[in-house]
């Protein structure tokens, strides 16, 4: 029991324990990585081809038009604009019992399963597919749009409502009930307070998704702006069509500063 | 005034919280729970009203079974108990004057309720707890812009303006610092007697709890050990709840620069007595 005394060996144990597992997972991977990469099939003469074209491509957006087709340019604008304020309105309306409905903590078994189940389904079509059945089913135009925005608004915000409820603190929820509180009164009270500022938050990051997405929606006929540049590209006019999206960076930029202003504000 | 029989609760993990427990509040009394953690305190005070369900066994506040009420009646039954929660539980995102006046939400409809048009009567009861326990200026703060202690002290007003019959109040002074403890544990004693409240405050602080209590219950893995005065806790009992552990030391953690008369004169007691 004298002497130096004996070092003791130390090390973090690793993530995954069975070295066997480990390794072969490692090695897996790299394999399969660089088999991956392998079959990439570039085609190096077709990009030194490729290179003058999307020069002339990109140049022929400028200089971008705005008064040539400033009409129909205004129109669409505005149309995608009504589609947006309109699908995110309906959307988060028809969200709030389906996010309501598929939190763990607040709803029954069989009301949590069905819920999540329209939000599973509505997040499984993008918004592209819902707008192209919805334009098969009620013809071309900006109802056939703002059906598919609200719809896939759903599906994004129901999730995101269900999941901030269920992170709740549920001491302040606790002690609401405990007063007596009716359950739509502790909804008001205790869970509304606690989630409202990061829905607000995100019911800003949707309008401004609404807004890019009218555009894809438009390009497959459910009207607004995305319909205005299908137009320009047919007619070769990129010149028109650089304004269109010079537009839209426009007003993506504008919703995103703003939203992050509401955000500080609200919380 | 407040009867438990035979409650048992056991948890779906299968962990059996109370076994059995006999206890009888009568009307006025403060009486302090302790016992270490997981003993069964949190879950003996959430049965009573039903926050936790019990397993089986009955609970009678006056002449109401709350173990036998249906949903509706429970809300109105919970009226009559205060609740007071470590961390305060407070909604933090709303103001003061929201948080005392939720303690009316049983007493008021749901439109009213969300439009914040709560009866006048409410809304001066509310200023008069709020003065007494001197946070009357911060009416419109929000609660997560106050300190601790009065945070604490909002709690306490929004259980009295239930006008309960009971007050549950689970670790009061868990998260505060011990001068403030003490003034919380004053307040929540002064109140009771005033408004000839009964209580129980489970509480891990043994001292405070001989301070404060006029009967602890000692409770070890979901059973009583010990129900008597605060002046039959020796070590030895203190041993049964808690294990073995020199118990002197409890009483010399105390800063003798924060104490009140009162107080130094009870910590005499309680020195005497370890001696």
């Known amino acids: 029991m004298n002497g130096a005394p004996v070092d003791r060996h130390w090390r973090r144990p690793p993530f995954i324990a069975n070295p066997l597992l480990r390794w072969s997972l490692f090695v897996g991977a790299g394999v399969y990585l660089a088999l991956a990469f392998g079959t990439i099939d570039v085609d190096w003469p077709r990009i030194a081809d490729g290179v003058p074209r999307g020069q002339r491509f990109i140049a022929s957006f400028f200089p971008p038009d705005f008064t040539s087709r400033a009409g129909e340019i205004f129109e669409g604008i505005y149309e995608s604009l009504w589609m947006t304020v309109t699908s995110t309105v309906v959307g988060i309306a028809l969200s709030i019992p389906v996010g309501l409905g598929a939190a763990r903590n607040l709803s029954p078994r069989v009301v949590y399963l069905a819920c999540r189940a329209i939000v599973a389904v509505s997040r499984t079509f993008p918004e592209v597919i819902l707008a192209i059945f919805f334009v098969k089913l ?11 925005l609200s719809l896939a608004t759903v599906g994004f915000y129901g999730k995101l409502l269900a999941e901030d409820i269920e992170d709740m603190d549920p001491v302040q929820a606790e002690a609401v009930r405990a007063t007596g509180a009716s359950w739509w009164q502790w909804l008001v009270y205790a869970v509304l307070p606690q989630v409202l500022p990061r829905m607000i938050g995100l019911g800003l990051y949707r309008f401004d998704i609404n807004f890019r997405e009218s555009a894809v929606v438009g390009i497959v006929g459910g009207g ?6 299908l137009t320009a590209f047919d007619r070769y006019e990129f010149d028109s069509a650089a304004a269109i999206l010079l537009i839209i960076i426009g007003i993506v930029m504008a919703v995103e500063y703003t939203s992050g202003f509401v955000r500080k504000w609200v919380q | 005034m407040l009867r438990l029989e035979k409650l048992v609760k056991r948890y779906r993990t299968g962990d059996l919280a109370l076994t059995g427990i006999d206890l009888e509040v009568p009307g006025g009394q403060v009486m302090a729970l302790i016992g270490p953690s997981g003993a069964g305190k949190s879950t003996l005070i959430r049965c009573v009203n039903r926050l936790v369900e019990p397993t089986s066994g009955r609970v009678f506040l006056g ?3 709350i173990t036998g009420l249906s949903k509706g009646q429970l809300r109105l039954a919970r009226r009559r108990m205060g609740m007071i929660f470590q961390e305060y539980a407070l909604v933090e995102r709303l103001t003061v004057m929201e948080n005392v006046l939720s303690g009316r939400l049983g007493y008021t409809g749901f439109w ?13 009861e509310a200023f008069r707890l709020l003065e007494r326990v001197s946070l009357d200026h911060m009416a419109d703060k929000r609660a997560d812009e106050l300190s601790g202690g009065q945070r604490q002290r909002v709690g306490i007003a929004r259980a009295l303006i239930q006008e309960p019959e009971l007050l549950l109040v689970d670790e009061p002074t868990a998260s505060l610092d011990p001068k403030t403890s003490r003034q919380i544990m004053r307040l929540i004693c002064e109140l009771c007697e005033e408004r000839e409240l009964a209580a129980i405050i489970n509480i891990h602080d043994v001292l405070l709890a001989e301070m404060f209590a006029e009967r602890i219950v000692g409770l070890q893995a979901g059973t009583i050990v010990y ?20 118990w002197t030391a409890t009483i010399d953690k ?12 009870e910590r005499e007691r309680l020195m005497s007595r370890a001696s």
């Open chain 2, 254 to 265: 105390v800063d003798e620069d924060e104490l009140t008369e009162e107080e130094l004169r």
């Open chain 2, 63 to 65: 002449d109401t079974e």
């Open chain 2, 112 to 124: 009213r309720s969300y439009f914040r048009k709560f009866p006048q009567r409410d809304i001066n």
């Open chain 1, 138 to 148: 009620f013809g071309f135009g900006p109802f056939a749009g703002f059906l598919a």
């Open chain 2, 227 to 246: 129900d008597g005065p605060p002046d039959r806790l020796g070590p030895d009992v203190l041993t049964t709840i808690y294990g073995e552990e020199d």
């Open chain 1, 224 to 229: 607004g702006i995305g319909a205005t540049l």
